[in-house]
């Protein structure tokens, strides 16, 4: 199963679309109205989702799509930074199956409307460790970050990501370190004019602040499946990375530099796991760990361990997808 999605076929894609529409065949037959999922400091989230709103089909099929275009999207900027194959969809395949993971994440959420936007964002960031003058790549970060934390609130942590990667990046100095926070508070400047202009400013103000105040880490939301499942797929992901395989894996110092970004990251999608609510839905840690694998599968070594791994975990998948629906 590796080894083919390795290698450039057209079937590739047929088999991913084939995979994607099996994983959300559940969520359409379900019929069940999202609710609960808007919050006023998810604007653009919220927008989307009152436009999709006439209809629970509608909102499904757009989720669907839209998990369809972010793994073409994914799968081109791994490709074209060469942390995967050059040809292949590993990417896609990978990303496909963990954002697809469980009955939970099949449905229109705030994280899978941020995903594109975080997407992006990796890919202007990615731009930044060759490039003589990252100034533009550093802005245009900010921006997607702003706008993807009007998505899924809790994205504005990636500002902070981005200024502690800089250094990776041989990008540290301070002047720079200030530009994705430029653009990212650019991008809020614009929504609070338009707020004072159109609507109200006050209320917003307090609404956003309200949020900062109830600000606390929790573990209400986690079961003993739910550990279990992240426990598995966080201590895979570090095996494959730093385990036998080790040495198979690609060692070109800007893809290097890449993974050790994506490793920073993993550290605060964990802990986004802990600000409350269902965990599966603070998507950014399968975010992450697509990049992980995708990369790890790509180049790793003897695959019969993992395809036979792989193959029982995507058994396991369909199977709580169909006949549990657990999760």
Same mark, same amino acid.
């Given at each position: 199963?590796?080894?083919?999605?390795?290698?450039?076929?057209a079937i590739q894609y047929v088999v991913i679309a084939l995979m994607a529409i099996a994983l959300w065949i559940p969520a359409f037959l379900s019929g069940q109205a999202i609710t609960g999922l808007?919050?006023?400091?998810?604007?653009?989230?919220?927008?989307?989702?009152?436009?999709?709103?006439?209809?629970?089909?509608?909102?499904?099929?757009?989720?669907? #799509?839209?998990?369809?275009?972010?793994?073409?999207?994914?799968?081109?900027?791994?490709?074209?930074?060469?942390?995967?194959?050059?040809?292949?969809?590993?990417?896609?395949?990978?990303?496909?199956?963990?954002?697809?993971?469980?009955?939970?994440?099949t449905q229109f959420y705030p994280f899978a409307l941020a995903t594109l936007f975080i997407v992006l964002m990796l890919k202007a960031f990615f731009e930044v460790h060759l490039s003589p003058n990252?100034?533009?790549?550093?802005?245009?970060?900010?921006?997607?970050?702003?706008?993807?934390?009007?998505?899924?609130?809790?994205?504005?942590?990636?500002?902070?990501?981005?200024?502690?990667?800089?250094?990776?990046?041989?990008?540290?100095?301070?002047?720079?370190?200030?530009?994705?926070?430029?653009?990212?508070?650019?991008?809020?400047? #614009?929504?609070?004019?338009?707020?004072?202009?159109?609507?109200?400013?006050?209320?917003?103000?307090?609404?956003?602040?309200?949020?900062?105040?109830?600000?606390?880490?929790?573990?209400?939301?986690?079961?003993?499946?739910?550990?279990?499942?992240?426990?598995?797929?966080?201590?895979?992901?570090?095996?494959?990375?730093?385990?036998?395989?080790?040495?198979?894996?690609?060692?070109?110092?800007?893809?290097?530099?890449?993974?050790?970004?994506?490793?920073?990251?993993?550290?605060?999608?964990?802990?986004?796991?802990?600000?409350?609510?269902?965990?599966?839905?603070?998507?950014?840690?399968?975010?992450?760990?697509?990049?992980?694998?995708?990369?790890?599968?790509?180049?790793?070594?003897?695959?019969?361990?993992?395809?036979?791994?792989?193959?029982?975990?995507?058994?396991?998948?369909?199977?709580?997808?169909?006949?549990?629906?657990?999760?």
């Amino acid at each position: 199963m590796i080894k083919f999605f390795r290698q450039s076929y057209a079937i590739q894609y047929v088999v991913i679309a084939l995979m994607a529409i099996a994983l959300w065949i559940p969520a359409f037959l379900s019929g069940q109205a999202i609710t609960g999922l808007e919050s006023p400091v998810t604007p653009l989230f919220n927008l989307v989702n009152r436009l999709l709103g006439f209809s629970v089909i509608a909102q499904y099929a757009f989720a669907f #799509l839209l998990i369809v275009l972010e793994a073409l999207l994914f799968n081109a900027v791994l490709v074209n930074n060469q942390i995967t194959g050059k040809v292949g969809t590993m990417a896609a395949f990978v990303f496909v199956l963990l954002m697809s993971l469980t009955c939970t994440q099949t449905q229109f959420y705030p994280f899978a409307l941020a995903t594109l936007f975080i997407v992006l964002m990796l890919k202007a960031f990615f731009e930044v460790h060759l490039s003589p003058n990252p100034e533009m790549s550093l802005l245009n970060a900010g921006l997607l970050i702003a706008l993807a934390s009007m998505c899924y609130f809790p994205a504005i942590l990636l500002v902070v990501w981005s200024i502690i990667v800089l250094p990776m990046a041989r990008k540290g100095s301070f002047r720079l370190a200030l530009i994705p926070l430029l653009g990212f508070l650019a991008v809020y400047f #614009l929504y609070f004019v338009g707020v004072f202009l159109f609507g109200n400013l006050k209320t917003v103000g307090q609404e956003y602040l309200g949020y900062f105040g109830s600000f606390h880490l929790t573990v209400s939301g986690f079961s003993y499946k739910i550990i279990i499942l992240l426990s598995l797929l966080i201590v895979s992901a570090v095996f494959l990375l730093f385990g036998g395989n080790k040495a198979n894996l690609e060692k070109s110092v800007a893809v290097r530099t890449k993974i050790s970004m994506m490793v920073v990251m993993l550290v605060f999608a964990v802990f986004l796991l802990f600000i409350g609510g269902n965990p599966l839905m603070h998507g950014l840690l399968f975010l992450v760990l697509s990049v992980l694998f995708a990369y790890a599968f790509s180049y790793m070594g003897n695959t019969g361990w993992a395809n036979l791994l792989l193959t029982l975990f995507l058994i396991l998948v369909f199977v709580n997808h169909y006949y549990f629906k657990t999760l």
